[in-house]
């Protein structure tokens, strides 16, 4: 089959197989090119274009001959006429043109344009023609350029700055004029730290522009020449600062964008962030260590931590010791923290106040429960108030291991610090997972992330990098040429490879593979000093003197010597770790060499001794769950995988997310404290499935029952609280069973307890009072055979909460007082129990405000308060607030009333809870009415229905229906009342009446429906 190739992008030119076309004469060939580029014309139209000034006839004519001149020039039907009026190009025919490359999007496309639309082609008489091929010429002219422009700017958010600089060339040259080209080149010059082809660059735009226009560059275009200026005239300073102790090659195009970026930061206008992007060993910690080395102890906090792969399913791992550090700031600035954003932080990391005391105190079987978001807000309000004294960067190393909970707990804190006053600076590997790429692509997408994306050196920057890195030396050319082979344009291998020629003065003999350029840094280490590098490559952050001494069995004198032997050969490094001594690789590459060297067996050995000493040194409270990762990491390694398990099984326990609900689960004494750390649906039921798979595997070799039967009973504790904090009540409540009888059967009281307790929160939550009586007997039962008096205490009062909510209200009075009691006792000796006494005032409160005794029950509710503000805990406020609230209103006391609904509203916004929130919104929009405040009621009121319909509490929602009957009772006889909730009420009075007593008939005793029949009857 026959092919045609066509250029028109240049001096044209056609071809049939590879033969060059000659047409006859130029008129035939300007008829090919229209219709090439038409695909087809009616005859009027060609004669008009090329023979406009013969007679009509004489014209046709024309237009004939040339049609036949062309299908004769390629022996080919290729101009065709289907209808008598219509001519156009035979589609039957294979035909390419480098117009059809040139708009099409491949990368390939921009080199078709080899120049102008028919460059130098001209037709005698054309005048139409040429009209027509002027107006084709700038299309694809201005066509090319968008194009360019579209290249530079890919590749300028890629990071390729030479391919930016590739089409920034080619767009000077197709257009000398365009100042918007030249300041790209500039600033692509300047990124790679050439500062003197940006002046160069400049100095020929003026030159052009004074000559052929008479003109000189804008000032934008002069603003980037300064600003080139200015980054050359700041890397001389810090040449002069660093000297020759610090080595930093290239990059500096990087380094200057990153000091841009900080400079708008700390005049207080808008910058991104920084994420620096490449393979492992590309010089992404080097830059960035640059770039905070040059802005140390100026206007702002900067706060360092790791990301480790042992580590990545951990959440917040990294933010501890930010947080530790934070803790000092705060410290030593004297930065007044409220207590409230206080006590959250210090539950997720104690390291902000290690002498923070009061962790272990037992809350109100978690009233109004602190969730995960509201714990987010307590942090961002620390960073703020930190930020106000100096701006803080946050330098996040190897984010690709950086768990989901950390991620988002960063783009909350990026998005939300409102003064621009936190910055990241973080590095990344390529390859990174699904969650990170998400959190990158959203930030750049929002204009709060840049990324730097670092590339291999190439050959001629290596031999510049080897000239830099050993002035003076002459390195022939075909050493540099192996060491480029050998290291591929690497830096971390490059200089491994440079620090190994300056020691011994050759590269000695290399495969070519990194692991010989690592072997060959090690050769001469001395043998004891040996023995300790691979001691601290078994830890993946770092190694203290004590566990060295420990391991080894060493003199610590010894040890620091062989560890300066090892930190003058730039392997280890001295870090500072909590006033201890600790060691860490100056590369992790390093540590993954010198891990692999070692055997299997010797590995696993050392691995399961470290375990056993970390085990050791565990201080059985809150502080553990910060080993437990390690412990995992050491034990898995180890091969014991029943102590991995075991640790796996406390870490879930620890970082389990917690809903609102009134009575999730209590912890023992040694785990009493709350939780509130965030994992989400998809990672925890992974977890789950994960720990039981292990469970199932471990108990098919191991032989220890008693310790696996401990382990099953603590995984179905686990497992039920998560499904039924879910809504899974069927596998919530089974796994709950199993754990239960496995404790009956081993006579663990401890967990025989919490599975009674589960069992009872559970009926709370469901209104199931039978099956809460049946789990109080058997848990009272046990407290008092094990003399339990703390959990006799906390028993008695869910007893009587379970009296309350049968109505049984005097019998409920008289347990509540014993419950008060039994804890009043407790708390001469240990002052740990007072919530628990508030949450048995309120009860009795509620006992008076179900008998319609208002007075009586605010007294009890404004004891419970009481407690709580003298303890300075906002746990139970909310609630208490909204008893309160009710209380007064229905006794007619509307100011106080409104006065409890405000400070539960308020108190309800810092902590999240939903529990009583419906309640509160539903009065307050009553009081707002009455203050004629309606827009306020009806925002009030939908707050209320959005709550109810989450927490699903048939009481509550059956108050909101009353509310509304209220509401529709006063739409009756005021008509702005009527006009603002007109829409949101369609139903009747009657309506809502008889929708809140069939939801308030599933509660018993509740004196509303009696106030709900009395509004139906009056409207009757």
Known sequence: MDSIQVKMLQAPMVFKNQEQIIFPFRKAEALFYYLLINGQASRDELVDLLWGEAEEETAKKNLRHAMYKIRKAFDLDIIISPQKSLVMINPEIEMFTDIQRFISDEESGIGAYRGEFLQGFLVKDGEKFEEWMFRSREYYRDLYIAKLYDRMYQYLEKGELRRVEYYGKLLVEVDPFDEGAYRMLMDVYSREGAYHKAIDLYKRLEEILNQELGITPDHETKAVYEEALGRRNRENTQKEKYGS???????????????????????????????IIGEAGVGKTKLKERFLEGIHGLDTYILQANCYQAEEGYPLKPWHQIFTDLGEIVRKEKIAVPQLWKNIILRLFPGFD????????????????????????????????????????????????????????????????GQNRIMLIGTCRNGHDRRMEQFITNMVKDQLLDKICLARFTKEEVDDFIEKAIPGSKIEKPLKERIYQETEGNAFFLMELLNTLKEKGTVGEISGTGQDILKSRIVDISEEAMKLLNIASLFFDRVTLDMLQTISGKDELEILDRM????????????????????EFTHHKLREFIYGLQSIGRRKVLHHRIGQILEQNLQHDYR?????????????????????????????????????????????????????????????????????????????????QQELAQLEIAFYHTKGRYCIQEGEYNQGIEA???????????????????????????????????LMQEYLTKGISLARKTQHQKEMGILLRLQGLQRLMVGAYEEAQEILKESIHIFEMLSQREDRYALNIAAAYNYMGEIRRCNMKFAGALYYYDKAMDICNERKVFRGITLFNTNAGQAAFDMGDYDRAKNYFAKAIETYRKVDTFLGRSTAEGYMALLLIREGKYREALDSLKSADEYGRKLQSPYEQGLICRVKAEIKVQMEVNKKVRDVFGKYLPLSIHAYCDQGMELLGQTKSCYEIDILKALGREKS
Not at 370 to 387: M, N, P, Q, R
Not at 643 to 657: E, G, H, P
């Open 354 to 417: 290690p002498e923070a005391t009061g962790l272990g105190d037992n809350p109100v079987e978690g009233i109004d429960r602190v969730k995960y978001h509201t714990a987010e807000e307590a942090i961002l309000g620390v960073l703020k108030k930190i930020a106000l004294k100096k701006k803080i960067i946050l330098a996040f190393e190897d984010t690709q291991w950086m768990d989901a909970t950390s991620i988002g707990l960063l783009s909350f804190v990026l998005r939300h610090q």
């Open 624 to 704: 553990d769950k910060f080993v437990y990762s390690r412990l995992i990491y050491h034990f898995s390694n180890g091969g014991n995988r029943l102590a991995a398990l075991r640790y796996r099984i406390k870490n879930l326990d620890d970082y389990s997310d917690f809903s609102h609900e009134l009575f999730p689960i209590l912890y023992d004494e040694e785990m009493e404290d709350e939780k509130i750390v965030y994992l989400n649906q998809e990672e925890s039921i992974k977890y789950l499935n994960d720990l039981e798979q292990q469970l199932k595997e471990v108990q098919k070799t191991e032989k220890d």
């Open 245 to 275: 102790q610090a080595f930093f090659y290239g990059r500096h195009g990087e380094l200057g964008l990153m000091e841009k970026h900080y400079e708008s930061f700390i005049q207080g206008q808008r910058a991104p962030s920084t994420l």
């Open 736 to 770: 709950i069973q199993k754990m239960i009888e496995g404790a009956e059967k081993t006579e663990d009281f401890g967990y025989m307890l919490k599975g009674y307790r589960q069992m009872v929160y559970y009926g709370i939550q469901v209104h199931q009072t039978t």
């Open 564 to 583: 300066e032997e090892l930190e003058k050969r730039y392997i280890l490094k001295e870090v500072e770790q909590n006033e201890e001594i600790s060691f």
